[in-house]
């Protein structure tokens, strides 16, 4: 017998290729994509429960309830301090070689980074999700758990991550409550 569990974890897996076969600038991955289960998102929930605490942001804490209520999840970081070369002055540098030189910053998301890359991380998080939408699988993209996974340490050298929790249920999660308000 198959089970809504067994059919998220199918589309965990879609999203997952969905996401690495997607186009990127130059044909250049730079990507780090992997799927995490209910003990790995309890953690995740309870660091997005503190840093809703420490910073005021009370929708760190919405979030990491729809986290604890979730599934599956998937998570999709970029390696967004490797230059591709183009010397395009998008990550606010002249040159990739000033770039690279330049220290990064102490933030959620480590800056600078590459254009390049981050627009690859919009591209292949929207296929991912796209994926999971066409086979009826709740989900949204959630910034409060990528940060909370960079602070645990579970996206290693990746300097932007989001989270996509997954849910099959009667009710979508994610949004319902919100449009009641």
Known sequence: MISEI??????????????????????????????????????????????????????????????????????????????????????????????????PTDADYPGPNCIFKITDLGIVTGSAVKCAASHNIDNRVMYTVGVAARRLGLMEDCTIVYGIPLKVSGKDIFFAETMAH
């Not at 059919?7 to 992997?34: C, E, W, Y």
């Not at 429960?49 to 599956?72: K, P, Q, Y």
């Not at 010397?87 to 040159?95: D, K, Q, V």
């Open 6 to 103: 067994d059919a998220v974890k199918t589309v965990a897996g879609l999203m997952m290729a969905a996401a690495r076969t997607a186009p990127k600038a130059m044909g250049i991955d730079s990507l780090v994509i992997q799927t995490i289960g209910r003990e790995e998102m309890g953690a995740v929930a309870e660091k997005m429960d503190t840093l809703g605490m420490e910073t005021g942001m009370t929708f760190f804490n919405t979030n990491a309830d729809h986290v604890r209520n979730s599934d599956l999840m998937v998570l999709i970081g970029v390696k967004g301090r490797l230059p591709l070369g183009a010397n395009c002055g998008g990550c606010g540098h002249a040159t990739c070689a000033e770039f690279v030189k330049a220290a």
